[in-house]
Structures are given as structure tokens and as C-alpha cells.
T-cell receptor, first 113, second 114 residues
């Protein structure tokens, strides 16, 4: 089955700096890659996603890049703010029409004021 | 819209007791999921239901049963709780096929088994 690895497990950055979280996946048939943000005591919330026919996608301060050849994708957060502090999860879905996601183990991001 | 709702929010059980976690969604999604979240393990799929009337095992189904009661509701049952089932449980729902694969999560149920 699909295997998703996520790095780093913890990340601290100064407010205003950029943060990058990286994930690799094992199955070249994966075609959908969402990123979730989980705040303390809450459920994960989708913040951005990308499909295999796109190399990069941006939404304000958040961007995701996908390298299908290397089988890795990354989350980029620019101009970080204290409210960006949370746990971030990447995920991958194999095959069109297969709704199951495989998640990475999460990155705890701390923004230092 | 309330999205995905879960009850209860917290529960303490003794080993061997049973309980049912409830989940409901009002987004008219076909697919529903149960995950457990443990420190350092990410989110692991317990069971899922691709449509009303169907259920399938995920990565960690042992010790659990599920019921897709109707399109809106998907329950998770622990018949005989064990300390290893202490976890946070999340229900999610999502579309079926095409580009409707985004999953939306509920707020979670925190379960402690003593």
C-alpha cells in the first residue's frame, strides 16, 4: 500500500520567516495530495490540496509544490504568524476514484514571536 | 451547515466495557471514515464506508465494528474496550469519485480506557 513520510516532526521559526514541510510518497499512482492543519483540541482542517496534473498551487501565504518524478510534495508558508502554530499533516490518495487517504505522521510548527 | 458532528466529546471506559461513537454529516457526502489519532502515529484509518450500505476495513480495524445507518450517519462500536484503544477518534466525510475526494473532519472524541 501507499506509504507517506513527513519531515520534520517539529519545526520552530521566527514570526515573519518562512516554513517548509516536506513529504514523500511511495506509490507513483497517487494523484491527490491534501494538506491539513490541526489546532489543539480540534479536528484536522483542509488548508490546501494539489492534484498530480499540477506542479504548484498557491493560496495567499500558503503554497504547495509537487514533484512527481521524485515523488515528493512540500508545503510552504510565507510571512508566518502566531496563528500558524499548529500540527500539519500531509496525505496522499492512490488512484482516481479511490477515496482513501494515507497520512503522514505530522509536523508540529511553532511560530516564535 | 454543521459539517461533521461527533458525540460524545469525551469518554472514560473501564476495560471490557462497550460503547458506540456517533458521527453525522450534513454535506450529502457519499463516503464516511473513522480514524484514530495517537501521538507520533498520525491518522490511521479504522473503517470507511464508500456509500450507504457498504463498509470496508482500513488499516487498524481489529476491536472495532461500524454501521452505516443511512447516508448521514456512521457509527463506530467498541464491543470490549481495551487500554490500547485509548486514543482520539475522528470521523470524516467526503465525496465519491471524480474530484470530490476532499475529506472533512469532525471535532473528535477523546477516549480513555482504564
Amino acid at each position: 500500500g501507499e506509504n507517506v513520510e513527513q519531515h520534520p516532526s517539529t519545526l520552530s521559526v521566527q514570526e515573519g520567516d518562512s516554513a517548509v514541510i516536506k513529504c514523500t510518497y511511495s506509490d507513483s499512482a497517487s494523484n491527490y495530495f491534501p494538506w491539513y492543519k490541526q489546532e489543539l483540541g480540534k479536528g484536522p482542517q483542509l488548508i490546501i490540496d494539489i492534484r498530480s496534473n499540477v506542479g504548484e498551487k498557491k493560496d495567499q501565504r500558503i503554497a504547495v509544490t509537487l514533484n512527481k518524478t521524485a515523488k515528493h510534495f512540500s508545503l510552504h508558508i510565507t510571512e508566518t504568524q502566531p496563528e500558524d502554530s499548529a500540527v500539519y499533516f500531509c496525505a496522499a490518495r492512490v488512484n482516481f476514484g479511490n477515496e482513501k487517504l494515507t497520512f503522514g505522521t505530522g509536523t508540529r510548527l511553532t511560530i516564535i514571536p | 451547515n454543521a459539517g461533521v458532528t461527533q458525540t460524545p466529546k469525551f469518554q472514560v471506559l473501564k476495560t471490557g466495557q462497550s460503547m458506540t461513537l456517533q458521527c453525522a454529516q450534513d454535506m450529502n457526502h457519499n463516503s464516511m471514515y473513522w480514524y484514530r489519532q495517537d501521538p507520533g502515529m498520525g491518522l490511521r484509518l479504522i473503517y470507511y464506508s464508500a456509500s450507504e450500505g457498504t463498509t470496508d476495513k482500513g488499516e487498524v480495524p481489529n476491536g472495532y465494528n461500524v454501521s452505516r445507518l443511512n447516508k448521514r450517519e456512521f457509527s463506530l462500536r467498541l464491543e470490549s474496550a481495551a487500554p490500547s484503544q485509548t486514543s482520539v477518534y475522528f470521523c470524516a466525510s467526503g465525496g465519491h469519485g471524480g474530484y470530490q475526494e476532499t475529506q472533512y473532519f469532525g471535532p473528535g472524541t477523546r477516549l480513555l480506557v482504564l
